[in-house]
């Protein structure tokens, strides 16, 4: 049965605004959510060997600090120590600065808010969080550990605490066993942060809970455990709490079978591990190794961690997205560009004119069939007014244009089918990069990862009247939008498009100059500098194809 004119009409108009759709669908999903993993609905729980450990629970609060404190003295970090187990109550990342500001403080990490520790529970007196224990030792460094001992005669514990030249800490637990009977005992890995000092959520980069657990990722929101803790259990495996550019990751023994918990008790949100109870016979010991990750989302340390320690995943503690395949390798490449070239400006245009001249023959064909498009567009004209009153025909005649000049009306599409998720890619790398962080370009860019600070509502500052958020629009993005605009003015008519669906093409450059006006100018800037690229391009291909 044919179709009416109306029909093939309404029919076009659905599959135009189902494109338009897809591309924002696509953009607002990867822009606000992120690859989710199913919550087991029931957790096994941990079987303990007779005789059975107490059920203690984790206190719902903060730990108190104790009296005392050992001084952290690294090249990436300073902080404290506390006496009681070896407490991380305080640390401050010596390489990174709060803001661009020449004063700005260094960026603290781990506070009285925001604390991780390592606590023993079992049939037997242990040391709580709040446990002073005997330490050999005033300061922490690379060359010098520090060792914690506690004894109340029944139970001795020894911990041996190192940290290396970066951010890892290591944890050597010894316990012994001197009561003269069968105890039972397991390890707590323990994260606890105020809910008051979780920093802004909105972002593309995942922020909260983090874990590799069955060699499978989680990552939950910090408003998801509201709702209940969530468990997961697993032989290894690793969990934490992430912010975009910082993270502090328990990593227990990965031969160990532990389970996972997530849960918010009061005003505090715990990221904590739990170790399989075991016996320890009478005049018996065991030891147990815990690493500690706190610091900055450097892929190439913690790549290195992931091997030497054989920590599954770990990569995955920065958030990739769903096109990892490709973000990570860009990530690569993009940082080795910055170390060959020095500024991470200059970094992403010679990063998307390689990207540019990779895509050239796939871009060259597509352009040679938009040349031809164009060059057809008097004749498709007059097709469109011969047959104005017959949608069928007109549908004919232009098909037979199209096979009588060799033009694929479809041949532009395929560069913005690959573009796309190369788009994403790139969107994602520069958003996880922390090289992207407070670098700077030329002239007013000091930051390559906030915003283009400089505003034409305001006269560029001069008027400092309030003025709303998507109204702040700097230079980079009015040029992004620009450079659009000349693209779709070098572009053909799109084939059958009505007056509605040329001004809703019209407009893109606006809607996208206003949409992406506060994302980071990195971005912007590579976009802008790919526009520029494909117009020169075009424009060469057009002139050769007459």
């Given at each position: 049965m044919q179709q009416t004119p109306k029909q093939i009409k309404s029919e076009e108009r659905s599959m135009m605004g189902a494109m338009i759709l897809v591309l924002i669908v696509l953009f607002c999903f990867q822009y606000f959510s992120r690859p989710s993993t199913p919550v087991p609905e029931t957790t096994e729980p941990v079987v303990v060997t007779e005789p059975e450990v107490p059920q203690k629970q984790i206190t719902s609060q903060l730990p108190k600090h104790a009296s005392s404190a050992v001084k952290i003295d690294t090249p990436a970090?300073?902080?404290?120590?506390?006496?009681?187990?070896?407490?991380?109550?305080?640390?401050?990342l010596n390489k990174y600065k709060e803001t661009i500001a020449e004063d700005s403080p260094d960026v603290e990490l781990l506070s009285d808010q925001y604390e991780a520790y390592l606590l023993w529970q079992g049939n037997v007196e242990l040391p709580t969080e709040d446990t002073p224990w005997h330490v050999q030792g005033s300061t922490l460094t690379p060359e010098n550990p520090i060792v914690m001992t506690w004894n109340n005669g029944a139970v001795a514990l020894t911990r041996t605490i190192r940290v290396d030249e970066h951010y890892m800490f290591t944890f050597e637990d010894m316990l012994e066993n001197k009561s003269g009977k069968d105890i039972s005992v397991l390890l707590n890995g323990v994260i606890a942060r105020a809910v008051d000092n979780v920093p802004d959520t909105r972002s593309s980069v995942h922020t909260g809970f983090v874990a590799v657990a069955d060699d499978r990722l989680r990552e939950e929101a910090y408003d998801k455990v509201e709702k209940g803790p969530i468990a997961y259990s697993s032989v290894g495996g690793w969990t934490g709490m992430t912010d975009k550019y910082w993270q502090t990751i328990l990593i227990p023994d990965q031969r160990a079978q532990v389970e996972f918990m997530n849960k918010q008790e009061q005003n505090v949100y715990f990221s904590t591990f739990e170790t399989k109870a075991e016996v320890v016979p009478a005049h018996g010991k065991i030891v147990k190794t815990t690493h500690i990750f706190a610091g900055a989302k450097n892929l190439n340390l913690i790549n290195g961690y992931q091997k030497e320690l054989n920590i599954p995943k770990f990569d995955l503690t920065i958030d990739f997205g769903w096109f990892y395949f490709l973000t990570k390798p860009f990530l690569y490449f993009l940082q080795w560009l910055y170390a060959l070239v020095g500024n991470m400006g200059i970094a992403i245009l010679v990063f998307a004119t390689l990207l540019?001249?990779?895509?050239?023959?796939?871009?060259?064909?597509s352009y040679i069939s938009m040349a031809k498009m164009k060059k057809i567009q008097p004749q498709m004209k007059l097709l469109q007014?011969?047959?104005?009153?017959d949608r069928m025909r007109l549908q004919q005649e232009m098909m037979a244009l199209y096979k009588r000049e060799k033009?694929?009306?479809?041949?532009?599409?395929?560069?913005?089918?690959?573009?796309?998720?190369?788009?994403?890619?790139?969107?994602?790398?520069?958003?996880?990069?922390?090289?992207?962080?407070?670098?700077?370009?030329?002239?007013?860019?000091?930051?390559?990862?906030?915003?283009?600070?400089?505003?034409?509502?305001?006269?560029?500052?001069?008027?400092?009247?309030?003025?709303?958020?998507?109204?702040?629009?700097?230079?980079m993005p009015i040029l992004m939008g620009l450079t659009m605009y000349i693209q779709q003015r070098m572009s053909p008519q799109p084939a059958g498009a009505d007056k509605a669906q040329m001004n809703m093409f019209k407009y893109m450059p606006i809607i996208f100059t206003f949409m992406m006006g506060q994302f980071a100018v990195g971005l912007i800037i590579y976009w802008t500098w790919s526009n520029i690229l494909s117009i020169a391009q075009q424009k060469y291909i057009m002139k050769k194809v007459g």
């Open positions: 970090l300073s902080g404290q120590l506390s006496s009681a187990g070896g407490m991380l109550t305080s640390l401050t540019r001249l990779a895509l050239l023959p796939v871009a060259t064909k007014e011969r047959y104005k009153d033009v694929n009306p479809a041949g532009g599409c395929l560069p913005m089918l690959i573009q796309i998720p190369v788009f994403f890619a790139l969107y994602k790398v520069l958003s996880v990069s922390l090289q992207m962080r407070q670098a700077p370009f030329f002239g007013w860019i000091k930051d390559l990862s906030a915003p283009d600070p400089s505003s034409v509502f305001t006269l560029f500052g001069l008027v400092p009247w309030p003025i709303p958020s998507f109204l702040n629009l700097g230079v």
